[in-house]
């Protein structure tokens, strides 16, 4: 039963990782957008302020970002447990 | 050469375009109708998917409505753009290796029950048909702006172009359709705000143009809009929520998960070649929204700022807005306006009889200012401003070429008509795939299965066609229903079928039926039983308006959605357990290795 252990292994490392990515994403949909805008909206970047800029534009590129961070992050444990594609 | 010429010619290139690709990319099989042969490249996926699923709404309606609400606008931002993280790690390489055509195939088999399938298909058609009543209508009312035809003759031109591409190509046509509308929808959606950046700010890029200094004062834009919209008694553009925190969370968080579960996205993730691919097109695809979506909020404040210094000539010169000769006169104003007031979305009426146009928030909670606008004689605000023209007018009211303008209309038809040839193929294929060949024909050949289809569609897009020209009255609410309808049923559902290996059929019926049903009942209460006004039930819940906590209707799918997880894993501890074989499959669906391409239920 080797092989199940080393399967169980790479779901767990791959929920790991889908809840990291997951806590970054709340943070910058959430958080930082809407729970608290109001402080994060004193400091200011450029003529806009931060909790602002973040709510109609900044969390979307961290949305991008983690979509790619996360399908990097798996592909090398894809490999790393021999688990990829033929 | 004139606007409408212009406008035909720029229209009638791009419909000749999708037509030929329609021809070139025939479907000849299921596979190639349904996934589109299953060898779509991940970066045409993206481009393909971001304009199946922006929609009319994104492309028109989006920048107005958050020009006039500022922040409170995020809930859409966010909302629309966030649910792909969530459909990249939770739902698009899983169902990718699953390797099935459609979403209820996957209950289907996940659930082991037709039962299962049925439900799946009847939220799936709840949600699609809603969506997809407010794409015809917006392609009625876009065609009749444009080209000057009657709104019905709109729809059916509407309904001809999509019946070439849709039924021929079936999901081949339509992908590579999209591609070309996408490149359309984006070229009219920057163009035009590329300049406008220009114009206000120096600063060609609009997304930086939004933080940066407004041109010829020391302020910011974003500065000076605000104080321009507190001058004129509106709420502040930086910090006004929509209706409360809570609503707001709530509301971000029904879109985003009601994206992750809409049937005519989640497909598209079939037709890449692996699984690794469904990865990173989820990717693409939020790419290629993103570039839309970050250039709205800089359209949305550009044009109430330039709408603003059209009406009031003090705002930008730091007069004062009250003295008589602030507001433009009647007789000057810009010919954009007259134009627009032909349609009705911008009307004028001059409540004081001075002959000029003041506009300002006369339902403002500030009594000083109030009594400021009394003491100067206005006598309520005079201008009415329609939130789907921001959009559209912008070209005209920065004096672009008549060719920009032909862009945005061909833009915007693009974005209608690319949205509701997807959401087509889903309400097609779930009928003829799911419910004809795998539930009551199971021995349909192939040729039947593709001729049940196309029929199936013709359908479809005469239902669709007949309710863009009869329009119920809700039409305009009902995008967003559609996505908390969609959030509170087929989200949960697959979620638990993949991360949760007990999950049984019991569980995962019961979940979608409650969650819908509890959606449905709260949307109802507000605006009557499907939509039939004077049959709203209010009065069933005290009368309050949003009284569960003062959360809009809109919103409600996340509520929906909790309550589905509720009532799925307390049935699922009730009842039998998940068939050993099943538990295994789950187990399979885990890992990428193994996966084939995406094949039909035999």
């Known amino acids: 039963m080797v092989d199940k252990e080393r399967l169980e292994a790479y779901w767990k490392k791959n929920l790991g990782l889908i809840r990291n990515i997951l806590i970054i994403w709340f943070i910058f949909g959430y958080v930082l957008t809407i729970l608290f805008v109001e402080p994060l909206n004193n400091i200011k970047l450029g003529g806009t302020p931060l909790g602002f800029w973040f709510a109609h534009q900044g969390s979307i590129y961290v949305f991008v970002a983690l979509i790619f961070i996360y399908a990097k992050l798996i592909g090398k444990i894809d490999k790393e447990f021999d688990v990829e594609e033929d | ?14 419909f000749a375009l999708y037509i030929g690709i329609a021809i070139w990319s025939r479907a000849g099989s299921t596979k190639e109708f349904y996934v589109a042969g299953g060898g779509v490249h991940p970066i045409l996926n993206g481009m393909a998917t971001g304009a199946d699923w922006m ?13 006039f609400m500022g922040y409170g606008g995020a809930v ?3 909302g629309w753009t966030g649910g792909y993280v969530l459909l990249a790690l939770l739902l698009a390489p899983y169902l990718r290796k699953f390797g099935k055509y459609t979403v209820p195939e996957f209950f289907k088999t996940r659930y082991y029950s037709d039962g299962a399938a049925i439900v799946a298909v009847i939220c799936l058609l709840i949600a699609s048909t809603t969506y997809i009543i407010g794409q015809m209508t917006g392609v009625g009312v876009a065609f009749s702006r444009f080209l000057g035809v009657s709104n019905n003759l709109g729809v059916l031109i509407g309904m001809a172009i999509v019946f070439v591409y849709a039924v021929f190509g079936g999901m081949k046509g339509i992908t590579y359709t999209q591609v070309a509308q996408y490149c359309v929808l984006i070229l009219a959606y920057t163009i035009p705000a590329i300049f406008i950046s220009l114009h206000l700010t120096g600063n060609p890029i609009p997304q930086f143009g939004l933080s940066s200094g407004f041109q010829g004062s020391d302020m910011y834009l974003l500065e000076k809009l605000d104080h321009i919209v507190k001058d004129l008694g509106f709420a502040s553009y930086i910090a006004t929520p929509r209706l409360s925190k809570l609503n707001m969370f709530v509301y971000t968080l029904s879109l985003m998960i009601g994206t992750a579960g809409l049937p005519h996205v989640i497909i598209r993730f079939f037709t890449v070649p692996k699984v690794k691919d469904a990865r990173s097109s989820a990717g693409w695809a939020l790419v290629f929204i993103a570039i839309l979506y970050t250039t709205a909020p800089s359209v949305a404040a550009m044009a109430r700022l330039n ?11 730091g007069g004062d807005v009250f003295a008589p000769e602030a507001s433009i006169k009647f007789e000057e104003r810009p010919k954009w306006m007259q134009r627009w007031e032909v349609t009705g979305l911008l009307k004028f009426s001059d409540k004081n009889g001075d002959g000029r146009i003041q506009y300002y928030n006369d339902k403002s909670k500030n009594q000083e200012f109030l009594a400021k ?6 006598k309520g605000n005079e201008l009415y401003v329609n939130n789907d023209i921001m959009v559209l007018a912008n ?3 920065a004096k672009l070429p008549n060719w920009v303008i032909g862009l945005v209309a061909a833009g915007g038809l693009a974005a209608a008509l690319s949205t509701a ?70 989200f949960p559902a697959l979620m638990m079928g993949i991360f949760s290996k007990t999950m049984n059929r019991q569980g995962a019926i019961a979940g979608m ?8 009942l709260y949307v109802f209460a507000h605006k009557g039983i499907f939509f039939i006004k004077g049959t709203e039930f209010l009065g069933l819940f005290g009368g309050k308006q949003n009284f569960f906590f003062g959360i809009e209707p809109n919103a409600f799918g996340t509520i929906g959605a909790i309550v589905n997880f509720i009532v799925a894993f307390a049935v699922k501890n009730m009842t039998a357990p998940v068939p050993h074989d099943i538990a295994e499959m789950v187990e399979s669906v885990r890992y990428p290795k193994g996966a084939g391409a995406a094949v039909a239920d035999h």
């Open chain 2, 421 to 490: 040839a997807g959401l087509l193929l889903a309400i097609s294929s779930a009928i003829s795939h799911d419910l004809l060949k795998n539930m009551f024909m199971k021995d349909l050949s192939e040729k039947g299965e593709l001729m049940a289809g196309r029929i199936a569609m013709v359908c479809a897009i005469v239902v669709a066609g007949y309710l863009g020209m009869n329009p119920p009255d809700f039409a305009a609410g009902t995008v967003a229903i559609a996505f908390g309808l969609a959030a509170s049923s087929i």
């Open chain 2, 513 to 520: 039926i409650a969650g819908i049903g509890i959606t449905m």
């Open chain 2, 55 to 67: 929609s009319a709404a994104s492309f028109i309606s989006m920048a107005g409505l958050i020009a």
């Open chain 2, 307 to 317: 709408l603003h210094a059209t009406v009031n000539k003090a705002v930008l010169k």
């Open chain 2, 395 to 397: 070209p005209e009211i």
């Open chain 2, 1 to 14: 050469m004139s606007l409408q010429l212009t406008t035909y010619i720029i229209v009638g290139l791009t």
């Open chain 2, 373 to 378: 606008a009394e003491a100067a004689g206005w």
């Open chain 2, 76 to 78: 859409f931002l966010l």
